[in-house]
């Protein structure tokens, strides 16, 4: 049984197996999350994300997707970078299943890897303009049915899924959000 958690902080302060960015396509950084990431993990994880575009993915990863890299200096195993959709609300439905994606996905290599713990960032919401509420209510239902699909996690469902939120009104949101959607889970 899966543990979904929440807490306001850092995600790169996590001491998990795996955190999981909010990358783009191109894999090579940016600011907010995976600057961040990029930031206090060091070198070694942008040498592994250039060593995944040299080889499978010439052309970047598409949104929705995800790949794993080492996860450098931060406190975690592995770093599993994913692409969020650009909020665009004349595309709502598209956008908002590459959004479910983005957790199912990183959560089914979570499951390979063998991870116990994973850290996931409110994707989408910042750069991508996803408003917070939604993305709290699509995220909380992707996760819920992922850890409980065995063709997701072939049984072996990490033992805690943490929402980590950056700032109060984050949180809020997403805690509001769980309690209306009546999922149980630690503050
Ligand atoms: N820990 C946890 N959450 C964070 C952190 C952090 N250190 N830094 C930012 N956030 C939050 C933001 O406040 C926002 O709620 O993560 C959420 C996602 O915001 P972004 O990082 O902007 O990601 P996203 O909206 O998915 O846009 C991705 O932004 O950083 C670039 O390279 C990235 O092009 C990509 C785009």
Same mark, same amino acid.
């Given at each position: 049984m899966t543990r979904i958690t929440m807490v306001q902080g850092d995600i790169t302060e996590q001491q998990v197996d795996v955190v999981v960015n909010a990358a783009n396509?191109?894999?090579?950084g940016g600011g907010g999350v995976d600057g961040a990431i990029h930031r206090k993990g060091g070198p070694a994880i942008l040498a592994d994300c250039r060593r995944l575009r040299d080889s499978h993915y010439g052309r970047g990863l598409d949104a929705g997707r995800a790949v794993v890299t080492t996860a450098g200096r931060l406190p975690a195993r592995w770093v599993v970078h994913t692409v969020g959709p650009v909020y665009y609300p004349d595309l709502y439905e598209e956008r908002a299943e590459l959004l479910s994606s983005c957790y199912r996905e990183s959560l089914r290599l979570a499951a390979e890897l063998g991870a116990r713990s994973v850290a996931f960032p %409110?994707?989408?919401?910042?750069?991508?303009?996803?408003p917070m509420e939604d993305a709290a209510r699509i995220a909380l239902t992707a996760v819920t049915e992922a850890v409980a699909d065995p063709s997701v996690?072939?049984?072996?469902?990490? %033992?805690e899924v943490r929402f980590v939120l950056f700032g109060a009104d984050a949180f809020e949101v997403f805690d509001r959000v769980r309690q209306e959607l009546g999922r149980p889970g630690a503050r």
């Open positions: 396509s191109s894999l090579l %409110a994707i989408s919401t910042g750069v991508y303009r996803w996690v072939a049984g072996t469902a990490p %033992a």
